[in-house]
């Protein structure tokens, strides 16, 4: 069943009914702030940090769901409604809800008068906006009451959502005109506030929750709006809110619009204030200036979709198959901007107050954003090397605002340097930038240790390889990839972090996911060197990943597929000797794209087997057989009931790596057949089943082994969206940056008889036809160049602002 349909022309999904399976969200914000935004208007707004800095106030695992947004009331006689059907739930005439690429358009019908709500933050500025436009479509003239309703948060998330002892007696607000000053806290040590206007005289407001809405009434049912009337409440502690009342009188056909602003300002130190206690509204009077007028509004959204438009020009591919083109060109790249900007921080699923940015998460979401704005990845990276220990091991985590790392989770999760190697060498790949790996970068954030950026990597190498147990496998520390396999940890108490229980370091539990790891970006790491004229070392290191190929093909292979991990015991796991969990899907992936076993059939049997015990109808669950009890020696991956999470879930995260394993040995028929499994656009037929959002990927899927198989859990924040759109664009699609230029090397089905695609890199943009008359699934026979014969596969670096290529498969 559909809850709606993709308007490719419009780049938007729309959502006809507010009644969808899971509220259905979409970003807004580029930069520095960021909305949530739900399909009924939902969610909140952040400041760069959504612990620390957070603007509205939001209650996860509320009852019902998602309940708090920034709302709008219509009150025609006695009906009161709003656009979005939420709080009211007052049933609309019609209703939709368009989300687009940093904006939502949601639009509902009541009585004669439609009202439509557009929201996003603007290009290179601090807030949301908030358009609602009125219209009669009726045949008499409508009196009109228009209340707005967002809920402030007093700043930190975490303090606002516990510490309620003082934080109910510390609210302040200044209300003037049509403008609410949200300043909690701004007296003492904070030097920013918030502000919420509209650009109109307004009858009334409130600021004060329990005089806006009751005691004990809800946002459903605002004491003030069913009574329409303000009560012009100045809070005083307790709980604050911002709402304008505004009365509106339209004839037949009229149709008049209201801009709403929600705002981040800051003051100097020593500027706060411009009489004793009065804040300095200055930053709030020059950003409202900036929208006083709908033309300016129309104005800041051209500038958004120009925005999105030039980044999505940088690839985009035409082929027979709509849905995948919607995927390619507009959602999967999107998803990607937003996991870069958000990490794993603040979504439906993660409440913003936990996890900062993940050190694996953001190096692993930097693959899929590097080609759209390859300045901003260059910063990220630097920011995550600097958390780096001089040992070359790091943090799992680091914050936001300040960019240290995170001591309360510390380090030890051994896969972690190595993905250092993987963005900064995709960044290279990308933009030919080698000046990158002289940026000096600090060692746990002290920058009087400051090295350059190669030096980082080098220890990230050395990490692995001095930290290796028995077998020659790399030691896996508190976890690798898989957060849940927890070797070291031995957790028998409950409440326990699973994480950080036990010895960080355990002498002897390997694993071999990191070993492939170490072989794909070994690799990699020394084609920088030798790019880089370090010959020597290169070499080196090519040595010890043809050691580390060894140990894997010897320690590391069970006769039919590749083994997990050894234990603290040195007993396998994921092997065909263990009771439950015999095999695994992250080792067959990460060992076959780093290529072992390729030219001896252990590759092609490790990929067979995946096929014969982890596939499934909705994608390749995690492994098999599921846990069925705790087991002390593995961890939180055995704390799962059996087919959620890591416990045989569908990690849509990893099916891509065995995409591109297929890719590696040449089958696109089943490398598309993987792909397509979890991809949510050929999911929309069965949303009733999938329950996520149809446009974006979620971490996970319920596998065979649980009862709701096929239930998409956690959208939006998942490394899936940069592993995907490699998958896509580079195995599959095969546009592949290298250090020399542009090698293209696709894997398709064998009956999709060619496409074209648009790539943008290094200053040229390459129009590429791909002809696969000839039914194969990969191979490449001739590319020309502006109807040259080029020699191999990589396109030649050029000048030229435009190149017509033609690649004739076969
Ligand atoms: C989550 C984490 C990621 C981890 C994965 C598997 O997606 O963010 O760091 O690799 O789970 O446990
Ligand atoms: C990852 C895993 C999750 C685990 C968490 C711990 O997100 O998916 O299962 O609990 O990491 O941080």
Known sequence: MKFGYFDDEAKEYVITTPKTPLPWINYLGSQDFFGLFSNTAG?????????????????????????????????????????????????????????????????????????????????????????????????????????????????????????????????????????????????????????????????????????????????????AVLEGKSRNS??????????????????????????????????????????????????????????????????????LHNYWNKLLSTYRVDTEDERLNRLVNVWNQYQCMVTFNMSRSASYYESGMGRGMGFRDSCQDLLGFVHLIPERARERIIDIANTQFEDGSTYHQYQPLTKKGNAAIGGGFNDDPLWLIACVSAYI???????????????????????????????SFCYTTKNRGPHKLPLIGRADWNDCLNLNCFSAEPGESFQITGPSEGPVAESVFIAGMYVKYGKEYSDLLRATGNTAR????????????????????????????????????????????????????????????????????????????????????????????????????????????????????????????????????????????????????????????????????????????????????????AWTFTCISQYLLGIQPTLQGLQ???????????YKLDRTYRGTTYHITFDNAAGVEKGVKSVTVDGAPIEGNILPLTDKKEVEVVVTMG
């Open 234 to 303: 100045v809070a005083h502690g307790w709980a604050l809110v911002g709402s304008h009342h505004l009365k509106v009188t339209l004839t037949p056909g009229a149709c008049e619009d209201f801009v709403f602003v929600l705002g981040y300002c800051e003051n100097p130190v020593d500027q706060k204030f411009e009489a004793p206690g009065i804040i300095n509204k200055k930053p709030a009077d020059e950003l409202l200036a900036k929208y006083k007028t709908s033309a300016q509004v129309d104005a800041a959204l051209d500038d």
């Open 744 to 754: 293209l090397n696709p894997c398709i089905p064998h009956d999709m008889k060619g």
């Open 43 to 223: 969610g909140y707004d952040f400041y760069k940090d959504a612990k620390l800095l957070r603007l509205t106030r939001y209650r996860y695992n509320n009852c019902p769901l998602d309940n708090g947004g920034r709302y709008y009331y219509i009150k025609d006689g006695d009906t009161i409604w709003n656009p979005g059907w939420q709080p009211t739930q007052t049933p609309l005439d019609s209703y939709s809800c368009r989300h687009g690429l940093g904006y939502s358009v949601i639009t509902g019908s009541k009585n004669g008068v439609e009202a439509k709500l557009e929201a996003f933050v603007p290009v290179g500025d601090s807030c949301e906006i908030n358009r609602i436009t009125l219209t009669n479509d009726s045949d008499v003239t409508k009196t009109l009451d228009l209340f707005s309703m967002v809920e402030f948060c007093l700043w930190n998330a975490e303090d606002d959502s516990t510490n309620f002892q003082r934080n109910f007696s510390t609210g302040e607000v200044e209300v003037i005109g049509s403008t609410i000053y949200h300043k909690t806290e701004y007296r003492e040590r904070r030097n920013h506030y918030a502000v919420y206007s509209v650009n109109k005289p307004i009858e009334g407001f409130d600021t004060s929750r329990d005089a806006f809405v009751g005691v004990y009434n809800g946002f459903a049912n605002p004491e």
């Open 538 to 721: 290169a070499d080196e290191v090519d040595m010890l990943v043809a050691d580390m190929t060894a140990a894997i093909e010897d320690a590391g292979w069970d006769g039919e597929w590749f083994v997990r991990a050894y234990d603290a015991n040195s007993n396998p796991v994921g092997s065909h000797v263990c009771e439950e969990g015999q095999i695994y899907i992250e080792p067959q992936g990460m060992c076959v794209m780093a290529g072992v076993g390729v030219d001896n059939g252990k590759a092609q049997k490790a990929l067979d087997s995946v096929k014969e015990r982890l596939d499934t109808k909705y994608g390749i669950v995690l492994l098999q057989p599921a846990y069925t009890k705790y087991h002390l020696e593995l961890g939180e991956i055995s704390s799962y009931p059996p087919g959620y999470k890591e416990n045989a879930g569908i990690f849509c995260h990893n099916n891509p790596w065995i995409a591109c394993a297929e890719a590696v040995m040449g089958h696109g028929d089943r490398a598309f057949e993987v792909f397509k499994k979890t991809c949510p656009v050929y999911l929309e037929e069965i949303s009733e089943i999938h329950r996520t959002e149809p446009y974006v990927y979620c971490q996970m899927v319920a596998g065979c082994d649980a009862p709701s198989h096929g239930e998409g859990k956690n959208s939006w924040l998942t490394g899936t969206a």
């Open 429 to 459: 790949r990308e933009t030919g930038d080698f000046s990158i790996l002289d940026e000096k970068c600090a060692f746990d954030s002290d920058f009087s240790k400051a090295v350059p950026l190669m030096e980082h990597l080098d220890r």
